[in-house]
């Protein structure tokens, strides 16, 4: 298992991370022993990283690793879990659910906590308002935490906001070939690499899509390169060549996968892909932008929009609808476009006034595809939905 050296702090990471929310299932629960043993496996086989969240597995996920970490593991490993500033209104709340994770986890300390889906500045804002960063900061001197950081899923602008907004000890954002200008896009990384931050990355393979809902024309391309390489073995293999990749997290559900993403992290150098290789790449990331609906690169050339549309995000949850055959696409726009945050940016809010169009270096009649994307993606319903789950969730 090769590492990579956290530039802050020193520790050596190994560049396979476990995923904690894909554990398998025994009927409706969490398949326990099975679980355990795949953990402790990874871990004998040089896996030091493990990311969990408060709520992955309806909240059962923290309680499954702190389980797995007995009997010596904990101190082998670093615990990576989240705080959801979405269901924290007072640092009451906060400390509560921090008390409950350290009890599942069966632990006096997290290693790398995150601000969970923390998307945008005002959300940062508000979550400093309520005193949440001053008491992480006070945690982290006491050692109950040990480096502080956040999850990322919404746009590059927003993105270089966060960055740069505090000093983090690390973030966490989604990257692989097909995003590489999706969301913090590969200037993200680069801006967190070159501001010395750590990066973790999450869906490496799109939750699987990468691997199972590829066209053929693809599958073609990465045969032609190399026929022993499965497309998963690829996806991980672009990501690792990235010098500013910290650690890759992949949810592991099987022992298969172990054993695959083990053996291709035992020598997934920075830089080591080929020219050919990168080559096959170029053709892929096209056969896939030739497939998609809006032909949107997420330059954000159109942005900012001035009502809060979050204009690449929803064309990129849009065109995933067809591209991937996704079916969770829905949930992916909610999430992605802030349906919890205090600044969503959902297609609905366009005020058609048209600022956007000029800009588009493609062409893309912006007011008349987020129409479409409104009409697919939020449908009549969405509106009252959103309404009374901010409302519940106490979000103005
Ligand atoms: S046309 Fe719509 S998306 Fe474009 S800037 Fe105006 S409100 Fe924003
Ligand atoms: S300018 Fe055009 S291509 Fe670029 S992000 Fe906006 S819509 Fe997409």
């Known amino acids: 298992m090769l590492t990579r050296t956290n530039q802050k702090n020193g520790e050596e990471l190994s560049i396979l991370g476990f995923g904690c929310m894909r554990f398998p299932m025994k009927g409706s629960g969490i398949d326990e022993p099975r679980s355990i043993a795949m953990i402790r496996n990874s871990i004998e086989k040089g896996v030091n990283y493990f990311d969990t969240a408060y709520f992955y597995h309806n909240g059962k996920s923290e309680s499954l690793l702190g389980a797995a970490l007995e009997g010596g593991y904990r101190e082998r490993v670093k615990i990576a879990t989240k705080l959801p500033p979405f ?3 007072k640092l ?6 921090l008390e409950t994770q350290l009890t599942k986890l069966r632990t006096n300390y997290i ?9 945008d500045k005002p959300t940062f804002d508000r979550m400093e308002s309520i005193g949440v960063i001053e008491w992480m900061e006070q945690l982290k001197k006491e050692g109950t935490i040990r480096n502080i950081g956040f999850s990322f899923h919404g746009s590059k602008s927003d993105f270089e906001e966060l960055i740069r907004a505090y000093p983090w000890d690390f973030c966490q954002i989604q990257y692989n070939y097909l995003d590489e200008n999706n969301q913090a896009t590969k200037s993200g990384l680069e801006l967190a690499h070159s501001l010395g931050i750590p990066v973790v990355i999450m869906e490496p393979l799109r939750g699987g899509r990468l691997v199972n809902q590829l066209p053929d024309e693809v599958l073609k391309e990465f045969r032609k390169c190399d026929k022993s390489k499965t497309p998963a073995e690829w996806a991980l293999r672009w990501i ?3 010098p500013g990749v910290n650690v890759v997290l992949s949810g592991m559900g099987n022992e298969a996968q172990i054993e695959e993403n083990v053996r291709i992290a035992g020598d997934a150098e920075p830089d080591s892909l080929t020219e050919a290789e990168l080559g096959m790449f170029d053709r892929v990331k096209a056969i896939l932008l030739e497939k998609t609906k809006i032909p949107c690169t997420a330059c954000g050339y159109c942005m900012p929009c001035p009502f809060g549309v979050n204009i690449p995000g929803c064309f990129s949850a849009y065109n995933d609808k067809y ?8 949930f992916k726009y909610f999430q992605t476009l802030g349906v919890l945050s205090k600044q969503p940016a959902f297609a609905s809010l366009c005020t058609e006034c048209g600022k956007c169009e000029s800009h588009c270096p493609q062409n893309i009649q912006i007011r008349k595809e987020l129409k479409t994307v409104k009409k697919e993606m939020e ?7 959103v309404k009374i789950a901010r409302k519940l969730m106490k979000i103005t």
């Open 87 to 89: 269901m924290v209104t």
């Open 92 to 97: 009451e709340g906060a400390k509560k659910i």
């Open 111 to 119: 290693d790398y906590y995150l601000l969970h889906m923390l998307s």
């Open 240 to 242: 690792w060549n990235h």
């Open 323 to 330: 591209l991937l055959n996704d079916r969770r696409n829905r």
């Open 379 to 385: 449908g009549i319903i969405f509106r009252p939905v």
